[in-house]
């Protein structure tokens, strides 16, 4: 935030899991390219306006693992989401996309979602 770039990071016991996928989420890229991202606003004055509070550097990091020693597979999440407290539709905007992007990261790889 305040100018500064965002970051995160999963880190793996090894040999217990396997890192299987990786997918990096760049909320402001979303925010762009998919103007939904947010909650459908009333207005389109107010769907720019919370386009433009999207755009502020979060990102999510999903990995997909193997328990080398009970077989499972896990995706894993972590994100720094907007924190401003006034921007609640941004917020949710973007947890729903990493849901639907981990759910879907699940499905693809047979895994539960942690």
Do not use: M, Y
């Not at 947890?95 to 879907?104: C, D, G, K, W």
């Amino acid at each position: 935030g305040a100018g500064q770039p965002d970051g995160v990071a999963v880190f793996l016991r090894t040999p217990r899991l396997q890192l299987l996928c990786v997918e990096e989420v760049e909320f402001a890229a979303l925010a762009k390219r998919e103007p939904d991202l947010v909650v459908p606003p009333p207005s389109a004055e107010l769907a720019l306006r919370l386009r433009r509070q999207a755009d502020k550097g979060q990102v999510a990091l999903l990995v997909t693992v193997l328990d080398t020693q009970s077989g499972a597979r896990l995706v894993v999440g972590c994100t720094h989401i907007l924190f401003n407290p006034s921007r609640g539709a941004v917020k949710l905007g973007q947890v729903r996309e990493l849901v639907t992007r981990a759910q879907r990261g699940a499905a693809a790889a047979g895994a539960g979602v942690v």
